[in-house]
């Protein structure tokens, strides 16, 4: 026994089997837990391709290839039950800052700390500036996070949004 769970420690502590519960708050965790059922269409608690191929057809994406498909399973290292769908996303939002410090880098740029930044402003840095937005990325953003009468974008929600995917309910 002891054997064992000296390995079950090591793995732990490698990240090998660390509760992937504990990273998310039981809000989250019901909300991808819908996520799952909406996507696991034939009910058998693991999303295969068919699953996929499905819940992209109900979104009006008909043709999807093969490929993609497979390429999408092919993320998880074994069948996507909850738990490996849950690790999934843990797994991508790992290499995303923490609110805080995003919220600090948008201060920066509001030295009256309002809150909010100068949509035009905002668009010139993200257009020309290191990883230059495109067109249509930057009508998505204004899509998700539309600038006030006044021109002015709420960088906190923003913020909100890259870190917890979701936005704020006021």
Not at 3 to 24: H, I, L
Not at 57 to 62: D, E, I, P, S, V
């Amino acid at each position: 026994m002891a054997p064992k769970k000296a390995k079950r420690r090591q793995q732990q502590s490698e990240g090998g089997s660390s509760n992937v519960f504990s990273m998310f708050e039981q809000s989250q965790i019901q909300e991808y837990k819908e996520a799952f059922t909406i996507i696991d269409q034939n009910r058998d608690g693991i999303i295969s391709k068919d699953d996929l191929r499905d819940v992209l057809a109900t979104m009006g994406q008909l043709n999807t290839k093969n490929e993609e498909l497979e390429a999408m399973v092919k993320e998880a290292s074994g069948p996507i039950n909850f738990t490996v769908f849950l690790t999934m996303f843990g797994e991508k939002l790992k290499g995303a800052d923490p609110e805080d410090v995003i919220v600090s880098a948008f201060k920066v740029l509001d030295p009256e700390a309002t809150g909010s930044i100068k949509k035009e402003f905002l668009e010139e840095l993200l257009t020309t500036q290191c990883d230059r937005f495109t067109a249509e990325e930057m009508t998505n953003l204004w899509a998700a996070f539309p600038p006030d009468v006044a021109g002015n974008v709420d960088y906190k929600n923003i913020c909100y949004v890259i870190t917890h995917g979701e936005e704020k309910e006021e």
